[in-house]
């Protein structure tokens, strides 16, 4: 028994030296050794409420997507293209009907690159009808889409933090966004038979947007707290799921408003591979 014992301790310590050991983790990065396409059911559901001179007014967008995606190498990280390939949503106010809206609100592809963090390069931008904008943003999905990923291999406990800044012209104004998340690698799960690593998220956001409606220069700002996981499947290399909840306040302002009018803000967005 010693002798065996002590011939195993002489193999593990050859194996060692010689590379022969376990092999590492796989970096939580963003990179692919070949094409590979999926598609991703999109879900995202919000609710404003208004408050104007002592009452309050509910608006909402609620709506559902297949997001058809492939993701190419490139010298770091992933060139990600995304299609709508079907699209079924409404914008719900109270002063008109419901605003409808599906695929055929959305003509070409929206083309990024995701850098080994998921730090976005916008290149392509689809044609995006105004009444759909808010559920399809080009600057939104490029940039929120996909968690932000540390990079390197990680342990169970293993923390770190990604800020998301992005501005430009959407629809019919401009908005920009500023967000700062904390994640941490919670351990293994296992999902319809796959090995995934559950990250959770949490943080803030603070959004502008500026645009015009019935001749009117509008102006919303607003900050909410955000808070979900990622599910993310290690093997593949591949983001599983994403889901976040946001909760937070803000407030408009119109010209015909003598004072801004506070909103309240609630929404949650759900990003999961299509099929599981």
């Not at 908005?175 to 904390?182: D, E, I, K, P, T």
């Not at 919303?220 to 599910?231: K, M, N, R, T, Y």
């Given at each position: ?10 193999l593990?310590?050859w194996l ?14 963003y990179e ?7 598609v ?12 104007f ?12 997507a297949d ?25 719900n ?7 409808r809206?599906?695929e ?5 592809a ?6 080994r ?20 943003s080009?600057?939104d999905?490029a940039?929120?889409?996909f ?14 933090v990604?800020?998301v800044?992005?501005?430009g012209?959407?629809g019919?104004?401009r908005?920009?966004a500023?967000a700062?998340l904390?994640y ?8 319809s ?8 998220v949490?943080?803030?956001s ?7 409606a019935a ?7 607003s ?8 599910l993310?499947d ?7 799921e ?8 803000g ?9 801004p009018?506070?909103i ?6 759900a990003?999961r591979?299509?099929?599981?």
């Amino acid at each position: 028994m010693i002798h065996r014992l002590a011939s195993s301790l002489v193999l593990a310590a050859w194996l060692s030296a010689c590379g022969g050991g376990p092999p590492s983790p796989p970096a939580l990065a963003y990179e692919a050794e070949s094409t590979s396409s999926v598609v991703y059911d999109y879900e995202d559901h919000t609710v404003v409420s208004v408050s104007f001179m002592g009452q309050s007014m509910e608006m909402s967008q609620e709506g559902v997507a297949d997001y058809a995606m492939t993701f190419e190498p490139v010298a770091e990280g992933v060139l990600v293209t995304l299609t709508v390939e079907d699209m079924d949503a409404s914008i719900n106010q109270p002063m008109g009907a419901p605003i409808r809206i599906d695929e055929s609100d959305v003509e070409g592809a929206l083309v990024f690159a995701l850098d080994r963090r998921g730090n976005p390069s916008l290149m392509e931008r689809p044609v995006v009808a105004d009444g759909a904008s808010q559920m399809v943003s080009a600057l939104d999905l490029a940039h929120t889409l996909f968690p932000g990923l540390p990079g390197r291999a990680v342990a169970v406990g293993d923390s770190w933090v990604d800020t998301v800044t992005y501005e430009g012209e959407e629809g019919p104004g401009r908005r920009s966004a500023n967000a700062v998340l904390h994640y941490s690698a919670l351990g293994d799960t296992v999902v319809s038979g796959r090995s995934l690593l559950m990250i959770s998220v949490e943080g803030t956001s603070a959004t502008t947007a500026d645009f015009e409606a019935a001749g009117m220069v509008i102006s919303q700002a607003s900050e909410v707290d955000i808070e979900g996981h990622v599910l993310w499947d290690a093997q593949a290399g591949l983001m599983f799921e994403h889901v976040t909840r946001a909760k937070g306040r803000g407030n408009v302002e119109v010209p015909v408003a003598p004072a801004p009018m506070p909103i309240d803000i609630e929404s949650v967005r759900a990003v999961r591979l299509q099929g599981s």
